[in-house]
C-alpha cells in the first residue's frame, strides 16, 4: 500500500474512452526495444492465431542496439512449421519494433500449476 492509498500490483493496462479499464500485461514483464513498450500479451497473440502454432510465450533479450530484443518461444501444432513461417505471421501482423527477432522451438513451456506460462523460467 502507497502513502496514498493505493495498492501496486505490477500489472500495467488503460482506460478506454468508455471509462473501462483493460489490464494489458505486467510491468516487470515489458520489453523495451529502441525505447519503445512492447507488451509480451500482443505478441503471444499474434502469433498464437498462426494455425501450426500451440502456445507461444515471449520475453525480452539483451540487445546491443535496440536496449532489448523481442524472443518468442514456440510450441509446435504442425511440426512443419518453420522459424521463417513464425517470423514471416509476425510481420504480416506487427510493427517492425513488436516482431520477434529470435524463435526458439520447445516440445513444452513451463507452466505454473495452474497453468500460467511462467516467463520468468524462461529468461533464466
Given at each position: ?14 482506460m ?11 510491468k ?8 519503445f ?8 497473440e ?34 512443419s ?10 510481420a ?33
Amino acid at each position: 500500500m502507497t502513502p496514498d492509498g493505493f495498492f501496486r500490483t505490477g500489472d500495467m493496462g488503460y482506460m478506454d474512452a468508455r471509462g473501462y479499464t483493460k489490464i494489458v500485461d505486467r510491468k516487470k514483464d515489458m520489453i523495451i526495444v529502441s525505447g519503445f513498450n512492447v507488451y509480451p500479451n500482443e505478441i503471444e497473440e499474434v502469433a498464437a492465431m498462426h494455425a501450426g502454432i500451440a502456445e507461444c510465450a515471449a520475453i525480452g533479450v539483451p540487445d546491443e542496439h535496440s536496449g532489448e530484443a523481442v524472443k518468442l518461444f514456440v510450441v509446435r501444432k504442425d511440426a512443419s512449421v518453420t522459424e521463417a513461417d513464425v517470423k514471416a505471421h509476425c510481420a504480416a501482423n506487427l510493427t517492425n519494433y513488436k516482431r520477434p527477432r529470435f524463435i526458439e522451438f520447445r516440445e513444452q513451456l513451463p507452466k505454473s500449476n495452474v497453468g500460467k506460462i511462467l516467463r520468468r523460467e524462461l529468461r533464466g
